[in-house]
């Protein structure tokens, strides 16, 4: 029997997707090839008593009236599924040899902070942060998917979009004559795009910062608790997961897809047909494309599918005994730091050159966003650590000498290890209980992600201009839902998911001002 909608993959786009699908009473079949569910959001144990999220994240829009609070109450989860706000007077530590700054929530304290920090440039801040905000403004008000015709006809109220459509956040930077110093603290948390200024865009920065502003947040019983709920909902309303099941081809008709081949990795040899009135591809678009052939998509489309891949990350999951981190300036916010100045030199040094003798990194502390304890046991706190990597140099260390692979990893550890030892906990490692370290290689295999992207397509100008790639494939009865078709991070994913099941359905539930 044909699914209403089979979806390939359970990524928080197709989740989102699948679970309004299931819960309008459509007959929905997932298929994942990983065995949790999530795709970057999934969670997973290790050691037998810890959990922990595959990346870092936050999450924004999550207060009432906002897209992901309008999300789970069509989903009537809203009750169920509650979030922590991070501390609204600096949700984000920005911190750097001689200079800290704590982001708020409120653009006048920060400009009150910028101006007492940087004496005389207190118009260079201010004209900075009014362009900010005027341009997630306008990005806020956008038709999803991009309708020319309707941006022009607003052309006047679309003033910082049309100037600002091309241009990296360094370039914001530098037309603003900010200091190099105010420029890295506010960059500083560029692991969110694991991109430096010079290559970011202003729009991907501008959406991502003003979001945190409105309310940064994270879930009371942790992103397992979301991800499950999802799952639950997708079931519960006669849908199915079949877990272990990698996509190995896809089944065509003329312009039509009508299903996928797919292996079961836990029967080797074992391949199977499922087949879907429509199919919706949770799966990278250009890896599924390269399976389908370009040919097959229209010159349009196959434009659209040329993005290059976001740089990819290391992680570092660890546990700390008999410690509070709150001792140690860590609570309800992010802590980024950054041993150099220029950002975009920090990250040079890191992603081309594998230096990482000064690192720029995050360290977030689950532990301390929410009073539920179920990651850990009782007197332990989970500790996370992020910073940027490259595939290719991981990819060829592994393949050539694992001993070598498993030391890059090491050294990379212990830099971040020692630079926490040196700035906020003397004594961090003689507290470690658990440890272990995620590479470029680790995102691809467990994630699925082409050389360990971590957010799809380079969130630069040229793959988050007006002519993205959306939703539309050219295709009869195929359609992607994935970060590099709609938005990255888990807000994002949440969003091309709600936006994709407006669309083919005409239920409309997202804020007014999104609407199509």
């Known amino acids: 029997m044909h699914a209403d909608y089979l979806i390939l993959g359970s ?10 699908m299931a819960k309008a009473g459509k007959k929905v079949t997932v298929l994942e090839a990983h065995e949790y569910p999530g795709g970057y959001g999934h969670t997973f144990s290790e050691g037998g ?34 979030f922590e706000q991070y501390d609204p007077t600096g949700f984000d530590h920005m911190r750097m040899p001689e200079y800290a700054l704590d982001i708020p929530g409120d653009l006048n304290v920060l400009l009150e902070r910028l101006e007492a920090m940087f004496p005389g440039y207190a118009h260079n801040f201010k004209r900075f942060l009014r362009t900010v905000e005027q341009t997630a403004d306008e990005l806020d008000k956008l038709p999803t998917p991009f309708n020319t015709w309707s941006f022009l006809a607003n052309l006047g109220n679309n003033f910082h979009v049309l100037k600002y459509r091309n241009t990296t956040l360094q370039e914001v930077f530098d037309y603003y004559r900010l200091p190099l110093e105010a420029q890295t603290l506010l960059a500083l948390q560029w692991p969110d795009f694991m991109l430096p200024p010079r290559e970011l865009s202003f729009f991907a920065w501008t959406v991502l910062f003003i979001g945190y502003c409105r309310g940064a947040f994270y879930p009371t019983k942790h992103f397992e608790h979301v991800v499950n709920s999802l799952v639950n909902t997708i079931q519960a309303h006669g849908g199915e997961i079949i877990y272990n099941r990698k996509v190995t081809g896809f089944i065509r008709n003329a312009k039509a897809i009508e299903g996928v081949h797919a292996e079961d990795l836990k029967q080797s040899g074992q391949f199977d047909d499922y087949f879907g009135k429509t199919i919706i591809c949770n799966i ?52 980024f730091h950054t041993e150099q100045r220029d950002l975009n030199k920090a990250f040079d040094a ?122 539309r494939t050219s295709l009869d009865n ?39």
Not at 301 to 324: I, R, T
Not at 405 to 431: C, G, S
Not at 500 to 515: R, V, W
Request: glycine share 8%; hydrophobic share 35%; charged share 20%.
């Open 11 to 20: 990524g928080l786009a197709g989740l989102s997707f699948g679970a309004l």
């Open 350 to 471: 890191m992603y081309l050159h594998g230096d990482y003798s000064k690192p720029s990194f995050v360290i977030t502390t689950p532990s301390l966003l929410t009073d539920d304890r179920s990651d850990c046991p009782e007197g332990c706190q989970i500790v996370e650590l992020l910073t940027v990597a490259n595939y290719q140099r991981f990819h060829d260390l592994k393949i050539s000498d694992a001993k070598d692979y498993r030391a890059k990893k090491t050294e990379i550890f212990n830099a971040l290890a020692d630079t926490i030892e040196k700035h906020y906990i003397p004594q961090f490692r003689e507290h470690l209980v658990f440890q272990m370290l995620g590479s470029p290689t680790t995102n691809e295999h467990f994630c699925g992600s082409p050389g360990g992207n971590s957010y799809g397509s380079n969130l630069t100008p040229k793959n988050l201009g007006l002519n993205r790639l959306d939703h």
């Open 49 to 82: 008593r810890y959990k922990f999220n595959a990346q870092l994240h936050y999450v924004w829009n999550c207060a009432k009236g906002r897209n992901v609070y309008n999300f789970l109450q069509k989903l009537n989860l809203h009750e169920e599924v509650m």
């Open 284 to 335: 990278d678009p250009k890896r599924a494309a390269e399976m389908i052939g370009f040919v097959h998509f229209s010159s349009q489309v196959q434009k659209k599918l040329l993005y290059d891949y976001s740089p990819s990350n290391f992680m570092a999951y660890c546990v700390v005994k008999d410690l509070d981190l709150r001792d140690f300036g860590f609570g309800r916010w992010n802590l």
């Open 478 to 516: 195929f359609y992607f839902c994935n970060a590099s078709s709609g938005y990255p991070g888990f807000t994002g994913s949440i969003s091309t998911g709600c936006r994709l099941y407006e669309h083919l359905t005409g239920d409309l539930f997202l804020k007014a001002s999104e609407q199509n």
